[in-house]
């Protein structure tokens, strides 16, 4: 976390604003690529500037009660929520696409690493049976070499419900996680098998 991006105020890792990916990080450090990223960060500045004025502009217009600012902030959320799974799903899945997981422990360790980057968003798994929000896990079904995928699901009784399973992984739909972001709930795929 040595490079932090800072606007208006806000100072976020740089992980968490460009992912942690090699090839941006190198053509950074060019001299010619560094004025590149310096006019993008630049122009990020301004949107997210603009992103924290629109949002102020909305709280200012909300009377001052707690319930309606809750409702007004619980709005704002959803929205950047819904934009950030819809700006994470197509270059999550071709990260996904290139990891390996033709064995039971190359898929424990997607499950592990997929999951952790969703709870850093607030996101899930949308399941395509249920569209539940959903977790990544590994069990190993009739072949303990390869074993499967299984989407999980915290339940109504809080228990762990499988919604979804199969060999290969599918196209992941995203949505906002019922629990928020860095939620404290037990991750089951962190636990071993």
Known sequence: MAH???SDRIALPMASVRGTDESWQKSCRSPTNLLSSMSERDEEDRHLAGIR?????????TPHRYELTCTALRR???VVLDEAANALKPVLNERV?????ATMEQKKELAIWLNSQLREFGLAIRCPKTGHATTLQVNPGHDRERGRFRLDRFD?????????SSVGLPELELRPSEYGARSSLPRKSDRSR
């Open 76 to 78: 704002i959320n959803a």
């Open 53 to 61: 004025r629109s949002i102020r502009a909305l709280i200012a217009d």
């Open 4 to 6: 932090l991006y800072q």
């Open 97 to 101: 696409r290139r990891m390996p997981s």
């Open 156 to 164: 109504e009784n809080h228990r762990y419900t499988s919604t979804f």
